[in-house]
């Protein structure tokens, strides 16, 4: 079984840019696609996008769309969430998971402890 540590969340201004990390222990991470999701207070839980286990295709929510990028380093056991043109509309708790299919988001599980991100205006 995959355990995941998210970090590198904090506080930015709008227009701003931040990168997550998701740690992964055991060594079946290398063949999960990885998934991040988001969950704002009141609101559910929502998918932000996913990159294949091989790295090769990734998939963003058009919310997201042109300004994130998922990437990974599967020899490192190490997913990357780079955020760019952050907006308060991005504030949320951001959680890594593993998941079987990298288009759907209920394949997911496995999930961190979720990582703070506050954009201010």
């Known amino acids: 079984q995959v355990q995941l540590v998210e970090s590198g969340g904090g506080v930015v201004q709008a227009g701003g840019s931040l990168r997550l990390s998701c740690a992964a222990s055991?060594?079946?991470?290398?063949?999960?696609?990885m998934g991040w999701f988001r969950q704002a207070p009141g609101k559910e839980r929502e998918f932000v996008g996913a990159?294949?286990?091989?790295?090769?295709?990734?998939y963003y929510a058009d919310s997201v769309k042109g300004r994130f990028t998922i990437s990974r380093d599967s020899a490192k056991n190490m997913g990357y969430l780079q955020m760019n043109s952050l907006k308060p509309e991005d504030t949320a708790v951001y959680y890594c998971?593993?998941?079987?299919?990298?288009?759907?988001?209920?394949?997911?599980?496995?999930w961190g402890q979720g990582t703070q991100v506050t954009v201010s205006s």
């Open positions: 998971a593993v998941g079987v299919n990298y288009r759907d988001p209920l394949s997911f599980g496995s």
């Open positions: 055991g060594r079946t991470f290398s063949i999960y696609n």
């Open positions: 990159i294949t286990w091989s790295g090769s295709s990734t």
